[in-house]
Nanobody, 125 residues
Framework: QVRLVESGGGLVQAGDSLRLACAAS????????IGWFRQAPGKEREFVAS????????YYADSVKGRFTISKDNPKITVYLQMNSLKPEDTAVYYC??????????????????WGQGTQVTVSS
């Protein structure tokens, strides 16, 4: 099993920045990719960004390209999501997820096997 714990959410104003962290523990040797997803009230969970733990590949949703940056600290098995120029439409619960298979394009909710409990991000206008 892999345990994921998110932190760093909060209430900010439009244009502000936040950094989310996802700390992984347990059988982390079985994890290839870690991703961030978000879910706003009444909407489906959507992909935000992902990163390979064994390489340098990163993927971003079009809606966050140029504003969000995903990075990793391998020794700590921690993945970060730096969010700049936040907009009210970024308001959602943000989830960290881990995939135990090597994915060609780690962007689908169904491709990830382990999930954190989520952290709320609220951006006021």
């Amino acid at each position: 099993q892999v345990r994921l714990v998110e932190s760093g959410g909060g209430l900010v104003q439009a244009g502000d920045s936040l950094r989310l962290a996802c700390a992984a523990s347990g059988r982390t040797f079985s994890v290839y990719d870690i991703g961030w997803f978000r879910q706003a009230p009444g909407k489906e969970r959507e992909f935000v960004a992902s990163i390979s733990l064994s390489g340098d590949s990163t993927y971003y949703a079009d809606s966050v390209k140029g504003r969000f940056t995903i990075s990793k600290d391998n020794p700590k098995i921690t993945v970060y999501l730096q969010m700049n120029s936040l907009k009210p439409e970024d308001t959602a619960v943000y989830y960290c997820a881990a995939a135990r298979t090597r994915l060609t394009a780690p962007v689908a909710v169904s491709s990830f096997d382990y999930w954190g409990q989520g952290t709320q991000v609220t951006v006021s206008s």
